[in-house]
């Protein structure tokens, strides 16, 4: 029998942080509406930023890798519980926006990549929540400068704009946030 995703536990890393991440007005939402922005860096390690009301930001890390004893599709259920607890623990999120990824290194990447998209949208959809897929380059330019930057200056850049992400998954989903806010989603 699978284990209930539910009650399972997951490896996370979250802290919030000591930089806002403010560009003047809130992008999405009003007094009357959620108005949490959710980064995303999707994968068996996923990279998480969360802009509240206010302009605080919390990020870390969460492996959804699944044990040995796991079916194939666990590791999206835990996924889908991850966002449900945290749809539930800010009051509700306005709009999400996750790293869109056009070619990746291996098979078995590709595919856990499809997972986790499929079930981010589906949720989404469900939930009547916005959401944007963001090109690698772009998201690279507006944070170093360069669309071929690597994940060291990435994780630099981060770093310079008062963050302290653990590793290049938690530095992509903040510079995913910085985008989003500062560009207001890509309109400006």
Do not use: Q
């Not at 589906?122 to 690597?150: F, M, Q």
């Amino acid at each position: 029998m699978a284990a209930d995703p539910s009650t399972e536990s997951v490896t996370a890393s979250a802290r919030p942080s000591a930089a806002s991440v403010d560009a003047g007005t809130s992008v999405i939402g009003s007094a009357a509406s959620p108005s949490a922005l959710l980064a995303l860096d999707l994968g068996t390690t996923t990279g998480w930023a969360l802009r509240v009301g206010g302009g605080a930001v919390m990020s870390g890390s969460i492996s959804f890798r699944g044990s040995r004893f796991d079916g194939g599709g666990m590791r999206f259920l835990r996924f889908r519980g991850w966002l449900n607890r945290l749809h539930g623990d800010t009051g509700g999120i306005s709009a999400i926006y996750f790293e869109e990824v056009r070619r990746h290194l291996g098979t078995d990447a590709a595919h856990l990549y499809g997972g986790f998209l499929a079930t981010l949208t589906a949720w989404c959809e469900e939930r009547r929540i916005a959401y944007e897929g963001v090109p690698v380059g772009s998201i690279k330019r507006h944070v170093t400068g360069k669309g071929n930057a690597d994940k060291a200056l990435v994780i630099e850049a981060v770093r310079a704009r008062g963050f302290d992400p653990e590793d290049d998954n938690e530095a992509d989903a903040l510079a995913i946030l910085l985008w989003a806010v500062e560009t207001r989603g890509g309109v400006s």
